[in-house]
């Protein structure tokens, strides 16, 4: 690392995901100013429980190998770390070992040597199984109930790694750390923290820079590029026309948390009560204030399980008639369409064993019966039934079993039998395969900050050289 | 006149899968202290327009943002069956009609 090291540590977020779309030019200007590490989250919740459950990324296999390749490659010219967190969206061991094998055929086609440190994040069930009887498991504030049964039903279940273990990487040697599910703020941090930069301001720095430009007046094309001191943080992006601004950077400190100051790690929290933010120059924006509160350490949990398998049917509504009286024609369709089930499937399922559900746009699907405006009646309204059952081939039939009284349940304002729907496809029925719900918002508390996580070193060279 | 006139931004997210925040930002000082000054952006408000208990209202009045911050459990988990909105996003809208005197 540079010689300055412990007057000022600088760093790079690239892209607020890996696979988000580096951009070229403005990583080699940051690249310029000589950081001392990059970083990028590649993992969220934001998309749903799907990833987590099922095991498989949101983002297309090309746009994270193109954009770890631009990392890998910068960190190996600048000869600086590179720590990527939540690999895979979900951070589940099986997300790692994907981004890994893309890593390594990147290793390979550029010719890179490398030190990774191999991060995995996912939970043994009989461990936490064992830490929830020594009431070592606590649940947040909303949570759903756990019991061992909640354990044992959850397809998968990760921890959010702290800065520790990304330290104990790094100290041992790591080129690039490739985690599985992590604080975004600590892949960020944990440098920082190591070189001895005050610890407010190494979270805080790490959450205003963790979403790439998301934090910056207008969103655009480029990258972040942070400074620390011992008093200061400062912020600035590389990329046309962006800028950091004070009320962009305090706004952004907020973004997608519950309480705007008080910012929950692994370690204790991050305190932005006091927190200052003005304008260097026209672009950068500078921090101070920032605090950090030691706390008992805890663990984040994260958990998704199947909650069925679905088939949906789409179309629309356009006689002003079934319109005017959508919800009770729905309820009729319903009504109707449990019947036909009971009459062919009868012995096989009650009602209580599948799920039917109709999104009706247009008329409050988006906001239900928080909906302000329930008077309004739209021309046109569309439908999604959304069959949801233990298996993919009932979930089917459902559907299927579905169509007809879609399509033809009467009103008594028609004389005679009726197309009401305007289904979109042929076939009617598309199948949505295995769908997964949210089972946890607990903390775990290890005996040790690296009992929950397990770190694999391997070195990675140019095929002509010997790694030892 | 209503907070959509005064607010430059409304906007609704998930904070995580089980909570829903609020942030509502103005361009300038003068703006954010008149909505301030009203009163009428205030937990009762709020729980009121998204029929939840008083007390499940988190409210923060952030100065240096220029923001006001709400947040209240999630009224359906994200991705549980029957949330139509996995991001939550669009879930702000009552808020643009508030009347502030």
């Not at chain 1, 760093?11 to 950081?35: H, K, M, R």
Request: proline share 6%; charged share 20%.
């Amino acid at each position: 690392m540079a010689p300055d090291k412990f007057q000022q540590i600088r760093f790079i977020s690239p892209v607020g995901s890996v696979g988000g779309g580096i951009c070229c030019a403005a990583l080699d200007e940051a690249l310029a100013q000589a950081p001392h590490f990059i970083a990028c989250d590649a993992g969220t919740t934001d998309a749903g429980p799907f990833s987590l459950g099922m095991g498989m990324p949101i983002f297309p296999r090309e746009a994270v190998k193109r954009d770890l390749s631009l990392m890998l490659r910068a960190g190996r010219k600048a000869n600086i770390p590179v720590l990527i967190g939540s690999a895979g969206t979900a951070g589940g061991d099986v997300h790692v070992d994907w981004v890994l094998e893309i890593a390594r055929e990147i290793v390979a086609e550029h010719h890179l040597t490398l030190r990774m440190a191999v991060i995995y994040a996912e939970q043994d069930k009989a461990y936490l199984k064992r830490l929830l009887q020594q009431n070592r498991i606590l649940p947040l504030d909303p949570a759903p109930p756990i019991s061992e049964g909640i354990i044992d039903s959850s397809s998968r279940i990760v921890g959010m790694m702290g800065v520790e273990p990304l330290q104990q990487a790094i100290a041992d040697g790591a080129d690039f750390v490739l985690a599985g599910r992590c604080s975004d703020s600590a892949l960020f941090a944990a440098i920082p923290l190591m070189q001895g930069f005050p610890p407010g301001l190494a979270w805080h720095a790490g959450k205003v820079s963790e979403c790439g430009t998301l934090v910056c007046e207008a969103l655009g094309k480029g990258v972040i590029f942070t400074t620390i001191s011992q008093d200061e943080i400062s912020i600035r992006p590389y990329g046309d026309g962006l800028r950091c601004t004070p009320q962009r950077v305090a706004a952004h400190s907020m973004y997608e948390n519950s309480n705007p100051y008080l910012h929950r790690e692994c370690s204790g929290t991050f305190d932005l009560t006091n927190s200052t933010f003005d304008a260097i120059d026209d672009v950068t924006v500078r921090i101070r204030g920032s605090e950090f509160i030691s706390e008992p350490y805890t663990v984040k949990l994260e958990g998704a399980a199947l909650a069925g398998y679905q088939s949906i049917i789409v179309g629309g509504i356009r006689d002003p008639r079934v319109i005017g009286q959508l919800e009770s024609w729905l309820a009729g369709v319903r009504g109707y369409i449990d019947e036909s089930v009971s009459h062919v499937l009868g012995d096989e399922l009650d009602k209580s064993s599948y799920s039917l559900i109709f999104h009706a746009y247009g008329f409050n699907a988006v906001m239900g019966s928080l909906e302000p405006d329930q008077t309004h009646l739209p021309h046109e309204v569309g439908i999604v039934l959304e069959v949801t059952a233990s298996t993919q081939d009932l979930a089917h039939k459902l559907a299927q079993l579905s169509r007809q009284p879609l399509l033809h349940y009467p009103i008594k304002d028609w004389a005679g039998s009726i197309t009401a729907f305007a289904c979109l496809h042929n076939p009617a029925v598309i199948d949505r395969g295995p769908v997964y719900r949210f089972t946890l918002n607990h903390v775990a508390i290890p005996s040790t900050p690296a009992e929950m996580f397990r770190t694999h070193f391997i070195d990675l060279c140019r095929s002509e050289e010997s790694c030892s | 006149m209503l907070l959509a006139d005064i607010a430059n931004l409304i906007r609704s997210k998930n904070a995580g899968p089980f909570t829903l925040t609020f942030d509502i930002m103005f361009a300038d000082l003068a703006s954010y202290r008149r909505v301030k000054d009203s009163g009428a952006l205030n937990p009762a408000a709020f729980a009121k327009l998204y029929r939840c208990p008083v007390e499940k209202v988190c409210f923060f009045e952030c100065e240096n943002a220029l923001a006001f911050k709400f947040s209240i459990p999630r009224p359906l988990t994200q991705g549980e069956l029957g949330d139509g909105d996995m991001h939550g996003g669009q879930q702000f809208i009552p808020l643009m009609n508030l009347e502030i005197p």
